[in-house]
């Protein structure tokens, strides 16, 4: 009585197990997820040019980082410095909060956040 007993719970097991792997698939983002790096603008303009060159080389060695300069509005030329650095880095994108919320998406679920502060 227990040989079937222990069969039935073996093809159970077997099939939970093809099962898991078949829906495997279907469970994650069929894209890799993207990370989006806020670094906000702000501060002295000098120190604003050596973080941005840092984070910019950071987001280089992972291709799917995205740099995301927040800008805050406090300092207008150290926003002209970010708009600036933007231009010929499609990697770089700047924005107030609004624009944020579109860098994110619809797939933010997916997609990590990391918050630059310093």
Same mark, same amino acid.
């Given at each position: 009585?227990?040989y079937?007993?222990?069969t ?7 099939l939970?197990?093809?099962?898991a792997?078949s829906?495997?698939? $279907?469970?994650?983002?069929? /894209?890799l997820?993207? $990370?989006l790096? /806020?670094l906000p /603008? $702000?501060?002295d303009?000098?120190a604003l040019?050596?973080r941005?060159?840092y984070?910019?080389?950071r987001?280089?060695?992972?291709r799917?980082t ?5 800008d805050?509005?406090?300092?207008a030329?150290a926003?002209?410095?970010?708009r600036?650095?933007?231009?010929d880095?499609?990697? /770089?994108l700047?924005?107030d909060?609004?624009? *944020? ?6 797939e933010a679920v997916?997609?990590?956040v990391?918050?630059? *502060?310093?």
């Amino acid at each position: 009585m227990q040989y079937p007993l222990l069969t039935a719970i073996a093809c159970a097991a077997l099939l939970c197990a093809l099962l898991a792997v078949s829906f495997r698939g $279907r469970l994650r983002p069929g /894209v890799l997820p993207h $990370r989006l790096v /806020v670094l906000p /603008v $702000r501060g002295d303009p000098a120190a604003l040019e050596g973080r941005l060159y840092y984070e910019l080389s950071r987001a280089r060695q992972d291709r799917h980082t995205q740099l995301f300069l927040l800008d805050l509005g406090e300092n207008a030329e150290a926003s002209d410095i970010a708009r600036r650095f933007c231009q010929d880095q499609p990697q /770089v994108l700047t924005g107030d909060l609004t624009a *944020l919320r579109g860098a994110a998406g619809d797939e933010a679920v997916y997609k990590a956040v990391e918050f630059v *502060l310093y």
